[in-house]
């Protein structure tokens, strides 16, 4: 039997003129024609040598023949090998042709095919391969190296491998140079053990990603799945419209027009800026599916802030867009872009866009200026706003079918305003709560606004604390100028889809929809109260800021947590309550340092977001005239808080007290408003302070407890209690 022959009856009768089933007997098929040219090389004689008796640090020749060579193909001479090699190269070659032309999948062609490998780069790249598929390449590699601790490959054992002569190993050198496609793509790296090692005897390694290809393996690299962005749910059933439609539709045009003239080779760049619930991500999703292209998304914004190899995570995003034949789609990107932050970032996704974007999207809150070279890149920029109250109005009707009274849908459009695809969701979330209720036909508003309360999500940053709202309008004991003021933000919050929608005053003011009240009064005159009671009766929830978290002595830490703070805010439709503001929101300062510029940047860039908020914020204040003038002007509301009079505080002493606490008749709340001038906050400490004394007596709570709790809450406040006041009171 001739060597062809041998090599034959090792592959089915006829296997030879079939395609491929799969990829992975493709590359069994390039491991025997691999084990060919390693036979080659040893026949050659270039790496014989005598036996070593030390076996673990040396393995010979008969050894390595036993790896190389099954027991029914051995071969006599290197003419034998030359005549097997050339069988198996044009049977791979017939199987590849038959399996390109069935449409079977054959991830290393793919890779070739995608970084422009020519053959002899591909060869490379599986020499690589072979001791990560199998690890009898690793000893195979050491005998041909005279050295069984260079398990790897090598330039010089590649070139020798492929190569018939000295002048093809010169002219093949340059296939492994920094600035080819083996490595400029970083399918392979040279590793250098010392200065000392010459380059033809330095370690080749493949990329880990690029076995897992090669092998059928779609998994996203792991290296950059800490970065990805998941897809906002909902998008599927909802019909892109109104202004979204004309960007989408803009958008299409382009990026059709650059992909027909894409013997230019320019690379469409869409950005898409406008605030965070401007439907972005809906948008580009809409167009990837109509491209038919597949998308990986990511969040720069979380990228931009590892500083660990930031460049290289940039580099293999990017490189798996190649890898996929996907789109990329880069998430709030502003830090990302900003060159004063991240100069080498910036350089690195430039570039990387240029070289190996084929579609690229990106999405921020700012209208870059992009400095990026004109050639290679084609650049469309579209400015976003979010969904308008008619819009996520029409769409409430739509999914209601009009069965639900305008005014109704009105109001959850204004107390509850949320993306379309949110809406989407929360409109199945509340058919499945009719349902279990038993309710027939479309939910009810009930079930619509609890749907919505349920999509809202709950912050868990540290820089807001969610409080339960546990006080309504009774509790509240205000003068009837100040209630009046807070039930016209109740008034305003609920009716703001029939104002800004229906009657059109959002196409009238750019930013006028936001709803800004500040508080100010002394201390304990019910400003987070009055926050509460708001909540409460509009079903939204609350969050108290904690200012110290907030501020930072670093300069742009602040803007960071602002941002983070309205983004968690806008994702819970809650109510912001900034108290004792007056910590943040001073006057703006001469500037005299750049301390005091920066300082002064923070206080525009928190009005910057109040006025972007579509939500309620709340400030709260001491001191009035401490905040800054630009503030005041803004206020859709200001409501003072006065220190209560006589017959308010006997309202707050009479209301302070839960039914079930036991009063003795001798109490007379009256006369305690009369004697002690105190704010309800100080109020409702003695009364809790009075139950304690009481409680650990087994008594009803009498006038002796509340005198006695008075007394300390006075001197807490500096101020002593006479015998005197006692026995008048």
Request: charged content about 25%.
């Amino acid at each position: 039997m001739t060597s062809e022959e041998r090599v034959h009856a090792r592959i089915p009768t006829g296997e030879a003129a079939r395609p491929y089933h799969s990829g992975h007997e493709h590359v069994a098929d390039l491991l025997l024609r691999h084990d060919l040219l390693l036979k080659r090389e040893i026949a050659r004689g270039q790496a014989r040598r005598p036996a070593d008796i030390l076996g673990f640090a040396a393995i010979t020749e008969q050894e390595v023949q036993h790896l190389l060579t099954p027991a029914s193909a051995t071969f006599a001479d290197a003419e034998e090998i030359e005549r097997a090699l050339d069988a198996i190269e044009q049977r791979i070659a017939s199987r590849v042709a038959q399996s390109a032309s069935r449409g079977v999948r054959l991830p290393l062609m793919e890779l070739a095919n995608r970084f422009a490998l020519s053959v002899f780069e591909l060869d490379i790249l599986f020499a690589c391969l072979a001791p990560e598929l199998d690890r009898r390449y690793q000893r195979i590699y050491g005998y041909l190296h005279d050295d069984m601790s260079r398990r790897q490959a090598s330039p010089g054992l590649v070139l020798s491998l492929y190569c018939n002569s000295s002048l093809e190993q010169l002219s093949a050198r340059a296939l492994l140079s920094p600035l080819a496609p083996l490595r400029h793509y970083r399918l392979i790296e040279v590793l250098e053990e010392s200065a000392a090692t010459p380059w033809l005897a330095c370690a080749l390694r493949i990329d880990e990603r690029i076995v897992a290809f090669v092998l059928g393996d779609d998994t996203l690299d792991g290296r950059i799945s800490p970065y990805v962005a998941p897809a906002e749910s909902g998008w599927e059933s909802v019909g892109i419209a109104g202004p979204q439609r004309e960007t989408l539709d803009e958008l299409l045009k382009h990026v059709t027009h650059w992909t027909r003239a894409a013997r230019k080779r320019k690379k469409p760049l869409i950005y898409l800026h406008g605030l965070r619930n401007a439907c972005a991500d809906g948008i580009v999703r809409a167009a990837a599916r109509e491209l038919g292209l597949e998308l990986l998304s990511f969040d720069a914004e979380r990228l931009a802030e590892s500083a660990n190899a930031l460049e290289q995570t940039v580099f293999l995003m990017f490189r798996e867009g190649v890898l996929g034949q996907a789109a990329i789609f880069l998430r709030n990107a502003d830090r990302l872009l900003d060159p004063a932050q991240s100069a080498a970032c910036h350089r690195a996704l430039v570039r990387c866009m240029a070289e190996m974007g084929s579609t690229v999207f990106v999405s921020g809150e700012r209208p870059w200026s992009w400095p990026i070279p004109g050639d290679p890149i084609m650049l469309h920029t579209a400015e976003l706003r979010p969904p308008g109250m008619m819009e996520q109005f029409d769409t409430w009707q739509s999914l209601s079918r009009g069965m639900l009274p305008h005014a109704d849908l009105h109001r959850l459009v204004s107390v509850h305003p949320l993306p379309l695809s949110a809406i989407h969701e929360a409109w199945r979330m509340a058919v499945g709560r009719a349902e279990a209720d038993g309710a027939a036909g479309a939910p009810r508003i009930e079930h619509l606004h609890s749907a919505c309360r349920a999509q809202a999500a709950t912050p868990t940053h540290s820089l807001a604390q969610r409080i339960e709202p546990k006080h309504d309008w009774n509790d509240l004991v205000l003068p009837a100028a100040q209630r009046e003021q807070l039930a016209a933000l109740c008034s305003q919050a609920r009716h703001g889809s029939v104002v800004f929608g229906a009657w059109c005053f959002e196409n009238k003011l750019s930013l006028g929809r936001a709803l800004n009240a500040l508080f100010s009064g002394p201390p304990g005159t019910g400003k987070t109260m009055a926050a509460e009671v708001i909540a409460a009766d509009l079903g939204l929830p609350l969050l108290k800021i904690d200012l110290s978290q907030i501020v930072s002595k670093f300069i742009g830490e602040t803007e960071k947590n602002l941002r983070q703070l309205f983004d968690q805010a806008a994702s819970a439709n809650a109510i912001l309550l900034f108290d004792e503001a007056d910590a943040l929101l001073g006057k703006r300062s001469e500037v005299k340092d750049a301390h005091d510029r920066y300082a002064n940047t923070e206080t525009a860039y928190l009005l910057q977001k109040m006025e972007e908020y579509a939500g309620i914020t709340i400030l709260s204040t001491n001191l009035r005239q401490n905040i800054d003038e630009a503030f005041t002007r803004r206020m859709r509301f200001i409501v003072d808080f006065p220190f209560p009079e006589d017959e308010d505080r006997a309202r707050i002493w009479q209301a302070v007290w839960p039914r079930e606490v036991p009063l003795a008749p001798d109490v007379d709340f009256a006369a305690l408003a009369r004697q002690f001038r105190v704010s309800g906050g100080s109020i409702r400490n003695i009364a809790l302070s009075a139950a304690f004394l009481a409680a650990e007596q087994s008594q009803p709570v009498s006038m002796r407890h509340l005198l006695r709790a008075t007394r300390r809450e006075l001197q807490k406040m500096g101020r002593l209690v006479t015998d005197d006041e006692a026995r008048r009171a």
